[in-house]
């Protein structure tokens, strides 16, 4: 069972860097508090992940055949990737870095398939530009239909503000149901467990990380683009239809690039200029280095433990 720690070490890592993208707009525009959003973080993707997690963990079945020896040699790569991204506040992709950490865990044996690799790499690239156009679409269809009738402020400061909260849930929803594959697919795949209850095990490692997310709530919450209220909401709600698209796919894709398109999208239309473009180059930067880094240390790591285990 000591294999599983390492699954539970990137479930933290993954809660710890993504549960920024659920709530962090609205927690760094004063809508609700860090601690609410953690509890209700954590509830709404332990139900995503037991309910909906098996698609994502089939699709990263299919990279490599897994032992218990390789599936925590995958899960500890990522993590130690994604820890260090978090330790740098730089939102990135679990998906990347466990899908780098799966090809270098596994290539010195042959193991791995890389035809399933296309439609992830695809997915890699539509899943911000995708999350873009949506926000950038809602923003517009907002400015046009519905801000010339507002005539009660008060009210429609109420409706943004439930608005962020039903769409944090429904995102954090959505982060288990796509994202939970990158803890614990691994191990449905060397026969730990049946999918379902992996996916409550791993929803609960995610849950775990996401008190310690802090950090990289304020760099996609405030620096990034200043958000309002209204513009948080269309955020969170364009990371969570984009999340929750690829979940229903069963293609494990990132979250923090959606909602970073998400935020993007809103920026380019209240003007290029509002963005912060060396934070928005940081976090691309952390998105090509994820998966390099994740592939290279996933081959030493797995040339010294079977040294070890030889």
């Known amino acids: 069972m000591w294999y599983l720690l390492s699954g539970i070490y990137l479930g933290g890592t993954l809660g710890a860097n993504d549960a920024a993208n659920i709530f962090g707009t609205a927690v760094y525009t004063r809508v609700i508090k860090f601690q609410t ?11 995503g992940s037991g309910l909906e997690g098996a698609g994502g963990m089939e699709t990263l079945g299919r990279l490599a055949d897994q032992t218990l020896l390789t599936a925590f040699i995958s899960s500890l790569t990522a993590a130690l990737t994604v820890t260090l991204m978090t330790y740098l506040k730089l939102p990135v ?34 899943t911000p530009l995708g999350a873009m156009v949506i926000s950038y679409l809602l923003y517009r269809f907002y400015i046009m239909a519905v801000e010339q009738r507002i005539n009660n402020m008060r009210r429609f400061e109420y409706f943004v503000r439930i608005g962020l909260i039903i769409g944090g849930i429904y995102g954090a929803y959505a982060l288990g149901a796509n994202n939970v594959a990158n803890v614990i697919g691994v191990f449905v795949e060397a026969g730990m467990f049946e999918p379902r209850i992996g996916g409550v095990i791993g929803g609960m490692a995610i849950g775990i990380g996401c008190a310690y997310s802090r950090g990289v709530m304020e760099t996609v919450g405030d620096r990034i683009t200043q958000l309002t209220p209204l513009t948080a909401l269309i955020a969170v709600m364009t990371h969570s239809i984009t999340l929750y698209i690829y979940a229903r796919i069963g293609i494990p894709v990132s979250s923090s690039q ?29 998105w090509l280095g994820t998966p390099s880094v994740a592939l290279v240390l996933g081959i030493v790591l797995s040339y010294t433990f079977r040294l070890i285990f030889a």
């Open 37 to 47: 959003a953690v509890l209700l973080t954590t509830i709404f993707v332990i139900i």
């Open 93 to 126: 992709s679990t998906s990347q870095a466990v899908v780098g950490a799966i090809i270098g865990g596994n290539i010195l044996a042959g193991d791995v398939d890389f035809a399933p690799l296309l439609p992830i790499f695809v997915a890699w690239v539509t």
């Open 258 to 286: 959606a909602i970073v398109g998400g935020v993007v999208g809103i920026g380019l239309v209240k003007g290029t200029n509002m963005l912060d473009w060396g934070m928005t180059k940081k976090i691309l930067f952390g």
